[in-house]
């Protein structure tokens, strides 16, 4: 396997986490490389229910490293909680490492988060609301706090107190708010960073040393191509990139070092939050997509967007991160569905347009056009190989990735570990 990137193809909640959890039974080491806690990854490993937000999935494992790099932004709070809850369920978190150079979420990011979208009204972005945007704006601002500033008990108290007056004035004197207890807030983080010191290093030595020493590594991003800040549905997006290039910044290490790519996708499309999205189903269909594919966020609790396969999102997640597989979730889904669909392409204004705009204003008139399919009425959970699958299923299949221009590695036929059929050799 080496070095394997796991990105999501479409706008997150693609089942990236199962897939890491598969690739990573064979990896020595698996880095989570972007996002923050307004991200979930829900792993079934027999008939025990994991939800991480930030922790890589590869926790699940008991020899394998675990980091979180300096391209993510942590809620010390939510990240101890999380450590907590493994701990209580028998799982152990020895082997996991942060960066020195990630950046940290305060509580001015989360109140910041709050009014700004309050203010968009009917415009609002559709956030988690968990300080994410505002931590990322500190990091590019060159305001933020890292890790490695919490942790130095000199520098630490001025860094704090510097921002939160800041912060303060803008929730006060913009946003008639009240103003955060700096006292309140040292306090807290003075502990959080006591409990979190253990874990602290430079993570870009040890994955580079991983990768000279020929080790398996899968590379974890959080959310989908389609939320990415410089490639997604742009103001409709998160405020990090989680595209495949963004795995080296995130885990700091060079291009040269990434070997494949793997998009992962559903079987259909989901969305959360606002913003376009072509193929969307607001008819019975859609309801059951979501009823039986339990499609609520595994943060927020919300109701997820569902459609069709969208293969033009598929052609452009290709392209944009460079693919050389896709893994394809949660086809169970589909079964007992009479007619299954593809979107091949968009209708924008009598014309017929294959690559995925840059406009939301064109996107927004864009009418998808589709294929249809017979679809297949058998329980698909218990397939095992692609020969076990009906054949319409195959056909349906073979169509996404001839339509997106990759081929299928991966077919997730149930939550479970073992209920994934392996169409191409991951590990080689």
């Given at each position: 396997?080496?070095?394997?990137?796991?990105?999501?193809?479409?706008?997150?909640?693609?089942?990236?986490?199962?897939?890491?959890?598969?690739?990573?039974?064979?990896?020595?080491?698996?880095?989570?490389?972007?996002?923050?806690?307004?991200?979930?990854?829900?792993?079934?490993?027999?008939?025990?229910?994991?939800?991480?937000?930030?922790?890589?999935?590869?926790?699940?494992?008991?020899?394998?490293?675990?980091?979180?790099?300096?391209?993510?932004?942590?809620?010390?709070?939510?990240?101890?909680?999380e450590?907590?809850?493994?701990?209580k369920?028998?799982?152990?978190?020895?082997?996991?490492?942060?960066?020195?150079?990630?950046?940290?979420?305060?509580?001015?990011?989360?109140?910041?988060?709050?009014?700004?979208?309050?203010?968009?009204?009917?415009?609002?972005?559709?956030?988690?609301?968990?300080?994410i945007?505002?931590?990322?704006?500190?990091?590019?601002?060159?305001?933020?706090?890292r890790?490695?500033?919490?942790?130095?008990?000199?520098?630490?108290?001025?860094?704090?107190?510097?921002?939160?007056k800041?912060?303060?004035?803008?929730?006060?004197?913009?946003?008639?708010?009240?103003?955060?207890?700096?006292?309140?807030?040292?306090?807290?983080?003075?502990?959080?960073?006591?409990?979190?010191?253990?874990?602290?290093?430079?993570?870009?030595?040890l994955?580079?040393?991983?990768?000279?020493?020929?080790?398996?590594?899968?590379?974890?991003?959080?959310q989908?191509?389609?939320?990415?800040?410089?490639?997604?549905?742009?103001?409709?997006?998160?405020?990090?990139?989680?595209?495949?290039a963004?795995?080296?910044?995130?885990?700091?290490?060079?291009p040269?070092?990434?070997?494949?790519?793997?998009?992962?996708?559903?079987?259909?499309?989901?969305?959360?939050?606002?913003?376009?999205?072509?193929?969307e189903?607001?008819?019975?269909?859609?309801?059951?997509?979501?009823k039986?594919?339990?499609e609520?966020g595994?943060?927020?609790?919300?109701?997820?967007?569902?459609?069709?396969?969208?293969?033009?999102?598929?052609?452009?997640?290709?392209?944009i991160?460079g693919?050389?597989?896709?893994?394809?979730?949660?086809?169970?889904?589909?079964?007992?569905?009479e007619?299954?669909?593809?979107?091949?392409?968009?209708?924008?204004?009598?014309?017929?347009?294959?690559?995925?705009?840059?406009?939301l204003?064109?996107?927004?008139?864009?009418?998808?056009v589709?294929?249809?399919?017979?679809?297949?009425?058998?329980?698909?959970?218990?397939?095992?190989?692609l020969?076990?699958?009906?054949?319409?299923?195959?056909?349906?299949?073979?169509?996404?990735?001839?339509?997106?221009?990759?081929?299928?590695?991966?077919?997730?036929?149930?939550?479970?570990?073992?209920?994934?059929?392996?169409?191409?050799?991951l590990?080689?």
């Open positions: 396997m080496s070095t394997v990137v796991v990105i999501g193809a479409q706008w997150g909640d693609e089942g990236k986490g199962k897939v890491t959890d598969f690739l990573a039974e064979k990896a020595d080491m698996v880095v989570r490389y972007m996002g923050g806690n307004n991200a979930g990854h829900t792993v079934v490993v027999e008939d025990r229910e994991f939800k991480m937000h930030l922790i890589p999935s590869g926790i699940l494992y008991p020899d394998k490293m675990c980091i979180i790099g300096s391209g993510v932004v942590i809620d010390p709070a939510v990240l101890l909680k450590l907590e809850s493994l701990e369920q028998g799982i152990s978190t020895a082997n996991l490492r942060i960066s020195q150079r990630a950046h940290v979420i305060f509580p001015y990011h989360q109140k910041l988060d709050q009014v700004e979208e309050e203010r968009k009204g009917n415009n609002k972005i559709g956030t988690t609301c968990r300080g945007g505002p931590a990322y704006t500190d990091k590019s601002a060159r305001v933020g706090i890790v490695i500033d919490l942790l130095d008990a000199e520098e630490f108290p001025a860094l704090l107190e510097a921002n939160i800041s912060k303060n004035q803008i929730l006060t004197e913009v946003y008639n708010g009240k103003s955060l207890d700096y006292g309140e807030v040292l306090n807290n983080f003075k502990g959080y960073a006591e409990a979190l010191r253990k874990y602290v290093c430079d993570t870009s030595i994955v580079n040393d991983a990768v000279q020493q020929g080790q398996n590594i899968v590379f974890e991003g959080a989908g191509t389609l939320l990415d800040l410089d490639h997604g549905t742009y103001p409709y997006v998160t405020s990090s990139h989680p595209t495949a963004a795995a080296c910044l995130g885990a700091g290490i060079g040269t070092r990434i070997g494949r790519v793997i998009g992962v996708a559903k079987a259909y499309t989901t969305r959360v939050g606002e913003g376009p999205f072509p193929t189903l607001n008819d019975d269909t859609g309801a059951l997509i979501r039986q594919g339990g609520y595994t943060t927020t609790g919300r109701p997820r967007r569902c459609g069709w396969y969208d293969g033009v999102v598929g052609r452009y997640a290709v392209r991160n693919l050389d597989y896709l893994a394809i979730t949660k086809l169970d889904v589909l079964s007992g569905l007619t299954v669909r593809i979107c091949t392409g968009y209708n924008y204004r009598g014309e017929v347009i294959n690559e995925f705009p840059a406009s204003k064109v996107l927004n008139e864009c009418v998808p589709y294929e249809d399919f017979p679809g297949w009425s058998e329980d698909i959970t218990k397939a095992r190989k020969e076990d699958l009906p054949v319409q299923a195959r056909r349906y299949l073979d169509r996404i990735s001839e339509i997106s221009g990759a081929p299928i590695a991966l077919i997730g036929v149930g939550s479970r570990r073992a209920q994934t059929i392996l169409t191409a050799d590990y080689n």
